[in-house]
C-alpha cells in the first residue's frame, strides 16, 4: 500500500443534450445520468447508483483482504445493498445503506470465523465509515456439502 493521503481524481462533462461522461486517468469512461426516480432514462449509472455500487464494491474488497490477511479459504461472495434515499431536515440523502451478504465456504470451514470476517468487512470498507448514513449487515454463510 503506498503511503497517506491518497488521491482520486474524477472529471465529469456533458454538453445540454447528452449524459455526463466521467473519466479518470487510466480507467474506462462512464456515462451517467439522472435515475428514473429524478426523470431520467434508467438505462445508465446515476450518482446514485455509483454510491450504492461504492458501498458494494469496498465491502467485497475489503472482505477479500481480510479473507487474503487472515489466511480464510471460501470458494464465493455475493452482496447486494440497497440504499434509500428520504427527505431528512428538509433535504434529500441516503439515510440507509442494507448490505446483504452471502459468502459460500468449503466443508469443514469454521462459519463463525466466516462470519466475524464478513463484520470485520463491514466495519473496515471505508466508503461506509466516510458516509453520514449508517450500513447494516444481513450475512449468511453457506458451507458447501
Do not use: N
Not at 18 to 39: Q, R
Not at 118 to 137: D, F, G, R
Request: charged content about 25%; glycine content about 6%.
Amino acid at each position: 500500500m503506498k503511503d497517506f493521503p491518497h488521491h482520486y481524481t474524477v472529471a465529469a462533462k456533458a454538453l445540454p443534450d447528452d449524459p455526463v461522461e466521467l473519466s479518470s486517468p487510466g480507467l474506462p469512461t462512464l456515462e451517467s445520468a439522472p435515475p428514473v426516480e429524478f426523470g431520467g432514462p434508467g438505462d445508465r449509472w446515476s450518482p446514485e447508483t455509483l454510491l450504492v455500487a461504492a458501498v458494494a464494491d469496498c465491502f467485497v474488497l475489503s472482505f477479500k483482504a481480510i479473507a487474503q490477511a487472515s489466511k480464510f479459504e471460501w470458494t464465493s461472495l455475493s452482496c447486494d445493498v440497497e440504499g434509500e434515499l428520504d427527505r431528512q431536515d428538509k433535504a434529500m440523502q441516503f439515510v440507509g445503506f442494507r448490505v446483504r451478504a452471502v459468502l459460500d465456504v468449503p466443508a469443514g470451514a469454521d462459519e463463525s470465523r466466516a462470519q466475524r470476517l464478513l463484520e470485520k468487512a463491514e466495519h473496515s470498507c471505508l466508503i461506509t465509515s466516510s458516509l453520514k448514513a449508517p450500513a447494516t449487515l444481513e450475512a449468511e454463510v453457506r458451507v458447501a456439502g
